[in-house]
């Protein structure tokens, strides 16, 4: 079972989770700093993504409106640009 790299230019409500994973690449972890330049890239499952739709009352519009969210199992985050390692001389 794969994972396939999504491409997300926003922003996570819960962004810390990123900081869960380590890089594959430079085997460095995701830290604050790269979250808030998106230094990232999220691979997610491509096998068990959901789609939920809701209905809800909008008082403001006075309508029903539909709402659609993705969920996403997230396999692996990755540097776009891995940091220099620390100690290395070049």
């Not at 999504?6 to 690449?25: I, N, R, S, V, W």
């Not at 008082?59 to 990755?78: D, I, M, P, Q």
Request: charged content about 25%.
């Amino acid at each position: 079972m794969g994972a396939e790299l999504l491409k997300f230019d926003g922003t996570f409500e819960k962004d810390q989770y990123l900081k869960d994973f380590q890089c594959p690449q430079c085997q460095q972890t995701i830290s604050e700093q790269d979250i808030a330049e998106k230094n990232y890239n999220l691979w997610v499952s491509d096998y068990a993504n959901e789609v939920e739709k809701s209905e809800f009352f909008s008082g403001r519009l006075n309508r029903n409106l539909t709402c659609y969210g993705l969920s996403f199992w997230l396999k692996a985050v990755e540097h776009q640009n891995c940091p220099e390692l620390k100690g290395d001389q070049q």
